[in-house]
Structures are given as structure tokens and as C-alpha cells.
């Protein structure tokens, strides 16, 4: 069992950096098309575009959160045949999994 939670927490980990990564850039490529200049890095710029920007990320990064590890969590199961640590199938979902909910 320790060995499936320390294989399911580096395939989630590379999972996340990977989407992390995806949804930085296509963040980033959204604002500038959208404002026709760059990000506001380190408190440039002013706070209407500060607080727009800092929504814009944190919204990309739990939608990018979320989608990495559904599609670890799949991805899982396909390679091994049930279900990653933490988490059950459930044939009424989409995706067929979901995050156990301990019933202590």
C-alpha cells in the first residue's frame, strides 16, 4: 500500500506540474491578447489590474488543479487497474472516479 500512495503522489505531482505549467502560459497569452500588454509583475500596475490578474491566475491554476488530477487519477486507473489512493470508482460520474470520503 505504501508503495501505491508513493506511486500516486509522483504521477499526481508530474500531472500538476505539467497542467501548472500549460495553464500559466495560456493565462499569460490570454491577457496579453486581451490587454495588448504584459501581466503586472511585482506590484506593477494599478490595483484594478493587479486584482484582475491575480483573479485571472488563481481561477486557471484550481481549474488546472482539478483537471490534472482527474486526469491523474485516470490515468491511474488504466495503468493499474483500480483505483489511486484516496479515491473510488463511481459509475454515475463521467470520469468513473471519485475522492473517497471517510466516513469516520
Known amino acids: 500500500m505504501v508503495g501505491a500512495k508513493i ?3 509522483l504521477l ?14 495560456a ?3 490570454a491577457w496579453k ?3 495588448g500588454g504584459k501581466p503586472p509583475k511585482k506590484g506593477q500596475g494599478g490595483y ?3 486584482a484582475a490578474w491575480a483573479a ?11 483537471f490534472a488530477e482527474r486526469q491523474a487519477a485516470s490515468y491511474y486507473l ?4 483500480h483505483p489511486p489512493p484516496g479515491w473510488e470508482q463511481d459509475s454515475t460520474v463521467r470520469s468513473g472516479l471519485v ?3 471517510d466516513k469516520d
Not at 12 to 25: C, D, H, L, M, R
Not at 56 to 66: D, Q
Open 33 to 35: 491578447v486581451g490587454s
Open 48 to 50: 484594478l489590474e493587479v
Open 27 to 29: 493565462v499569460s497569452t
Open 78 to 81: 488504466k495503468s493499474t487497474g
Open 12 to 25: 499526481q505531482t508530474a500531472f500538476s506540474v505539467a497542467v501548472g505549467i500549460a495553464a500559466s502560459k
Open 7 to 9: 506511486g500516486w503522489k
Open 56 to 66: 485571472a491566475s488563481a481561477a486557471a491554476a484550481a481549474v488546472a488543479t482539478v
Open 99 to 101: 475522492k473517497s470520503i
